[in-house]
Structures are given as C-alpha cells and as structure tokens.
C-alpha cells in the first residue's frame, strides 16, 4: 500500500533532558490538529481492481485491467463505516483511488472510473455514497488519492510519468489537479487527506497542490501533504501501528523515507518547529498485498489482543491509531472481520470508558486517590492539554504501598496521551511528578483504569 517516502515530517529525539528546558519559540496545534489528536483512532477503507485481478501489477505498464472487471453485487458503504465505528473508529478515510490509477468516482480527468463500470450501469459514485455513510453514523469522512502512483498513466514514486506513458508530466499534472479538485470541491469538507508517497514538488516538476488545499480544504488534516501547507502530519516509519517512543508531536519537515522498511530515529523533536504529530497505520490482515486489500486466502486476521497491544502502542504513545480494513469482490467487509472489529471496540470500551478515578490540573504533581481500600490499576493515562503545547519531558509514577512511595513507571514524551500498561500494582492512592518540563505542565488528565 505504502508509496511513503516523500516530503515525510521525520526528525531526531533530544538527548539529555534538562531540568529547565528553555524553549525558543511556542509551538502549538492547530484547531484541526488539536480535533485530530481527540479522534485518536480511525480507519482506512481500501478497494481496488486489484480485487478481482490478483495478479495485477500496476508498474506492468498498459497491463491495467478493464473497467468492466469491477462490478461487487452487494456493495454497501453503510456496512463498510458501521464496521469502522464498531472498532471505536471516529473518522474514516476511503482510498478513492489507488496504484491502479482506477477512480472510485465518475472523474472527469480520464475514462478509467466507475462511471465506465458495470456497477450501477455507470451511474455509482462510490466517494459520494460514502460521505452519506460517514454523515449518517457521524464519523468524519477522509479521502486518500495518491498522486505519486497511477498504473494507468504509467506514474511512478513519486509522481514522475515514465516512459511510454501515453502522458507528458504536464498532462498527468493537469490530471492529478483535476481530479483533486474533484475530490475537494464536491463531497464536502473533509477530516483528512491523504497524499501516499507524498506529492512530487513543484520545483521538480510536480503540480502546485498548496494552493489548491488551501483554497478548497483549508482545515483538512493532511497525511505526507505538501510541505508548505498546514494542517500536517507524519508517518511513524511502519506499517505495524507501532509508535516509537518518545514520540514527540513537534517535529522539522524535510527528511524523506523510502518504501515500507522501518526507519530510526522518527521520534519527532521536543523543540522542533512545526507541529506534526504522528499517525500509526496497520492493516487488520496480514499476508497478500500486506493485507491492505482482500484475497479470499492466504492472509491471516489480528487477534482482538494485538489490537489492544496496537491501541497502546500507537493511541498510547502519542500517536492516532488507523486500523486497515478490507472490501472484498462482493463489496462488503467480510464477516469475520467485522467480527473482530465489533470484539475489540466492545473490549476498549470495558477497558478505558469509566477510570477508577482521575484528576486534572496544573503544575508538577498531581495526586491521585483509588479508593479507602486498595484497587488494583491495570493502566494509568495521562493526557497533556495540547492547545498550551507539549510542555513535559520527563516524568514518574508511584504507588502507596506499604507507608512509602514507590516508582512503578517513568517516560519522557505524553502529549495527547500515554498509556501505561500494568501488572501487579494493587494500591490506594498513585503520583505524578512531572521531573523536566518546558514549562508548567497542564494535564487534561491523570487517571486510573
């Protein structure tokens, strides 16, 4: 699935943390980025022709398959975002258009969409249907289209039309902006954007998209956008929902990554210049084109525990947490993994929806009373208020237990929110103590579960 490895916000985690850490210039979120970070977990939607030709190979130029091979009898887009939301998902992107270069709308940029399907005789547009489905069980709708891979004008990473393309770079250009424009201007405003592989830039030959953004959908999240554009966020280096830790939200734009491969050092930087958290993609099927798209064998489901292991490891490290789900040939997510999608999202729910107590405020220690009795504390959250920056750079957990405190966790990075998951801690009162900090922390919450 994966084209990341342009125009991707990485930088490099500070080493030695002061007790005093003076910061040169406040960097915040934006009102989007500050919504964005709530949201916490979402879903990617993903449905292409590569479905009903598996061996397709979109770098086999003018191999493409027919319109005419898409035609999924029971598609049905309220199904697809039910699904989502089963799993706690509170935005959905759909992957509008893929490597194939094939347009789940009817674009008018070329020929090769639904509109010259048999689905619906031509007449569907499955973007549209799925808007209505995010309105209807409100869940905020976003769109991917890649424009750094398009297998019917014969583009590759990063956007660069190769030889025997019956396109010049302009033309592809003039398609890629029409058919954003497309995108942008009839569906609504939209959560997220996501530019795959990133956007080739304008200096090397590519379309001029900022513009474009900030003319259309101004307060869009965007996913490896254009650097010179707001609203930005960045890739984790993996495709397995694992943030790395510290995860910092500020981060420096720039650096570039190739392919799929885990990259070091993404920790994002305390003091870097620009806000641009981290979000954490995975699929929830492994095997057959990573388990991005579905295959009626040869791929395997995650269990509801590693998604509760990715929830920590993503939601839990400062990061949003965007699970893959799969369309099959007859146009709904499989029933097995709705199943498991509905099991995770009961299980979240009985894990995180109701703390055993918690507390907010301001400063470097806050105190947390469980009960008169002790309890035992599976996990502790702490949540920094964003909108006065990322302010903590280190910190300690204790417990009561018998008549002293005892250090039973310790980090560097919190931002939205860090989730420490526990084992063995039986007590009737907890402490944050906040060791290192740019400035007085604010915490949103200090909870136990």
Avoid at 267 to 282: S, T
Avoid at 304 to 332: E, F, H, R, W
Avoid at 380 to 396: A, L, P
Avoid at 412 to 440: D, E, F, P
Wanted: hydrophobic fraction near 35%; charge should be neutral; charged fraction near 20%.
């Amino acid at each position: 699935m994966k084209l990341k490895y342009i125009l991707f916000c990485m930088c490099f985690v500070a080493t030695g943390v002061a007790q005093t850490h003076k910061v040169s210039k406040e960097v915040l979120p934006t009102s989007s980025q500050s919504a964005w970070a709530d949201a916490e977990i979402g879903a990617i939607i993903h449905f292409d022709l590569v479905n009903f030709v598996p061996g397709y190979d979109f770098r086999k130029w003018g191999t493409h398959p027919p319109a005419s091979v898409f035609n999924p009898s029971q598609l049905n887009t309220d199904q697809w975002v039910r699904a989502a939301k089963a799993a706690g998902a509170t935005y959905a992107v759909l992957v509008a258009k893929h490597c194939s270069g094939f347009s789940l709308w009817p674009t008018e940029a070329h020929p090769y969409s639904v509109k010259n399907a048999p689905w619906k005789n031509g007449k569907g547009d499955i973007v549209k249907d799925f808007i209505a489905s995010c309105e209807k069980y409100n869940i905020k709708p976003g769109i991917y289209a890649s424009a750094a891979a398009n297998g019917y004008c014969y583009v590759d990473n990063p956007g660069v039309v190769q030889p025997g393309s019956p396109y010049t770079q302009q033309q592809y250009n003039a398609i890629v902006t029409k058919q954003l424009t497309e995108l942008w201007s009839n569906y609504g405003k939209l959560f997220e954007i996501w530019f795959d592989g990133g956007v080739l830039p304008v200096k090397d030959g590519g379309p001029n998209l900022a513009p474009l953004l900030k003319k259309l959908q101004p307060e869009a999240i965007l996913f490896q956008g254009p650097a010179d554009a707001k609203n930005l966020i960045r890739w984790v280096g993996n495709e397995e929902g694992l943030a790395p830790y510290p995860n910092w939200s500020r981060s420096d734009a720039g650096t570039s990554a190739s392919g799929t491969v885990a990259i070091d050092n993404i920790h994002g930087d305390p003091d870097g210049r620009i806000w641009c958290p981290g979000e954490a993609d995975f699929p929830l099927r492994r095997g057959w084109q990573g388990g991005w798209f579905w295959k009626a064998d040869g791929q395997t489901l995650l269990t509801v525990d590693q998604l509760l292991y990715n929830y920590t490891s993503s939601v839990g490290k400062n990061a949003n947490m965007l699970l893959g789900i799969v369309v099959d040939t007859s146009g709904l997510v499989p029933a097995e993994d709705v199943q498991v999608l509905e099991t995770f999202g009961n299980e979240l729910k009985k894990r995180f929806s109701k703390p055993i107590a918690e507390i907010k405020g301001s400063g470097k220690s806050l105190e947390l009373t469980t009960g008169a009795s002790p309890v035992n504390v599976q996990y502790i959250v702490i949540k920094e208020d964003i909108n006065h920056g990322e302010r903590i750079r280190k910190y300690t957990i204790e417990q009561w237990k018998d008549g002293s405190w005892q250090q039973i966790a310790d980090g560097i990075s919190v931002g939205h929110k860090r989730i420490h998951a526990l084992q063995g801690v039986k007590t009737t009162r907890l402490r944050l103590t906040i060791t290192a900090s740019s400035q007085t922390p604010e915490l949103k919450q200090f909870a136990a579960y």
